[in-house]
């Protein structure tokens, strides 16, 4: 299963797809591994409770496996993905009385910094630390509604149109949920960060979601086969 990662990166998710749907299961890995990060970031704007976005994940990548042959390959798999994040985690808010309209907000950061990495000192790494502790919880303090559209658009990068889809929104909220969320956040955003680190999501716990996603997809096999 080493190799799995590589094979997804090699390939298209269409291609990667489609290998798994003809029965090559141990492909999923490498999927779950590549959308860790996007889908816990855009989980925590949606639901904010670390924890409860673990089982959420954990569900996400489950149902999408069991759906799969439904992927109709006319979108991105990640959006197709992401959108099947986003409806579980309303679910779930919907279930516990605390549900909001989602909704969608971006914003361009610069760095303040243009010194390298390398050869900033500990006090400056501290100082980056702090600086991004006070972004993040400046993010997690956001409406969620503009909170999950940031997110989206400016952490992980996504399109306008693919966040549309994802949300079921207009390109005009887009847009307009975006310029609140750079009012907001105007003031945390004129510190430097890098978006890399922000609402990351580990290693450690990137190789646990993937192989506790993997043994119960091998699992539920095994007992169908039974």
Same mark, same amino acid.
């Given at each position: 299963?080493?190799?799995?990662?590589?094979?997804?990166?090699?390939?298209?998710?269409?291609?990667?797809?489609?290998?798994?749907?003809?029965?090559?299961?141990? !492909?999923?890995?490498?999927?779950?591994?590549?959308?860790?990060?996007?889908?816990?970031?855009?989980?925590?704007?949606?639901?904010?409770?670390?924890?409860?976005?673990?089982? /959420?994940?954990?569900?996400?990548?489950?149902?999408?496996? $069991?759906?799969?042959?439904?992927?109709?390959?006319?979108?991105?798999?990640?959006?197709?993905?992401?959108?099947?994040?986003?409806?579980?985690?309303?679910?779930?808010?919907? +279930?516990?009385?605390? #549900?909001? @309209?989602?909704? $969608?907000? =971006?914003?361009?950061?610069?760095?303040?910094?243009?010194?390298?990495?390398?050869?900033?000192?500990? *006090?400056?790494?501290?100082?980056?630390?702090? !600086?991004?502790?006070?972004?993040?919880? *400046?993010?997690?303090?956001?409406?969620?509604?503009?909170?999950?559209?940031? @997110? #989206?658009?400016?952490?992980?990068? +996504? *399109?306008?149109?693919?966040?549309?889809?994802? !949300?079921?929104?207009?390109? =005009?909220?887009?847009?307009?949920?975006?310029?609140? =969320?750079?009012?907001?956040?105007?003031?945390?955003?004129?510190?430097?960060?890098?978006?890399?680190?922000?609402?990351?999501?580990?290693?450690?716990?990137?190789?646990?979601?993937? @192989?506790?996603?993997?043994?119960?997809? /091998?699992?539920?096999?095994?007992?169908?086969?039974?």
């Amino acid at each position: 299963m080493d190799k799995q990662p590589g094979i997804v990166e090699i390939f298209t998710d269409d291609e990667v797809i489609a290998r798994i749907i003809a029965g090559d299961k141990q !492909l999923y890995a490498g999927i779950i591994k590549k959308y860790n990060a996007r889908l816990y970031r855009v989980a925590m704007a949606i639901v904010n409770n670390d924890t409860e976005v673990e089982d /959420i994940m954990q569900s996400v990548y489950l149902k999408a496996y $069991e759906h799969l042959g439904q992927f109709s390959f006319r979108s991105a798999f990640s959006t197709w993905l992401t959108r099947i994040l986003v409806n579980e985690c309303l679910l779930r808010m919907k +279930l516990k009385k605390r #549900m909001t @309209v989602v909704d $969608e907000t =971006a914003l361009d950061y610069k760095s303040t910094h243009t010194d390298s990495p390398s050869m900033r000192t500990p *006090s400056d790494k501290m100082i980056n630390t702090e !600086l991004k502790n006070i972004l993040e919880s *400046s993010i997690r303090n956001l409406p969620e509604k503009y909170r999950v559209v940031f @997110v #989206m658009r400016e952490i992980e990068g +996504l *399109s306008v149109a693919e966040t549309q889809e994802c !949300l079921d929104l207009s390109e =005009a909220n887009v847009k307009v949920r975006l310029n609140r =969320a750079k009012i907001l956040l105007k003031d945390s955003l004129s510190l430097y960060y890098q978006k890399e680190d922000i609402l990351h999501f580990h290693l450690t716990r990137c190789d646990r979601m993937m @192989v506790t996603v993997m043994n119960k997809i /091998i699992k539920q096999a095994n007992e169908e086969d039974q």
